[in-house]
Each structure stands twice: as C-alpha cells, then as structure tokens.
C-alpha cells in the first residue's frame, strides 16, 4: 500500500470520525433539554422547604425501601437526607438516576 492510499483512507476514516461526534453532540443536546419538568405542587411543596428528595420519592408513589432498591442507598441514610443530613455527589447520582430528575434538583 502506498503513502497516498494510506493517507487517502485516514481522511476517509477522519470525516467518518467527524460526521459521528457531529451526531453525538447533536444528541446530547436534546438529551439535556429533555430533562423531566417538575410538578408546580412539588416545586410549591420544595421552595416551602421540604426536602426534594422525600417530595419527588412521593410523588414517584414510592416508600423509601422501594427508592433503596432502585439506587442501592440504605433506607435509613435516605431517611436521614431527608431530614436534613449532606450528602455527597456520588449519592446526589444514585438518587437522581433513580428519581429520573437533574441531580441539582436535589440540593
């Protein structure tokens, strides 16, 4: 194989390359504006200062068992970040993933 068709196939490789993070970018981008609206109630209910992971665990109708199911997080640590406790990014994940909101949602 010659120089010139080893290039001519690496160009051909790059504008392939190019044509698919084109794609990628183009669907991370309406990823991000898909984000789940919020209920009006619930976001009544979280600007009144409850804790907006017990307001969007109830209103996905789920008991704290069910939502340490879905993201691994013991239900007595779910319990305690609803009443207040920090919590990490790594939870802010787990939670958000299983609750199907942005993780600022949560702070």
Known sequence: MSDQ????????????????VSQLEKAMSEITKAEPEIPEEAQRRIDA?????????????????????LCGIRPNHISAIERGQTFGLKTARRLSEALNVPASLLF
């Open 49 to 69: 200062g409850e804790h907006p992971v017990r307001v969007i665990r109830e209103l996905r109708l789920l008991t704290q068992s069910q939502l340490s199911d």
């Open 5 to 20: 068709d080893l290039l001519y196939r690496l160009e051909g490789r790059l504008i392939d390359l190019e044509a698919k």
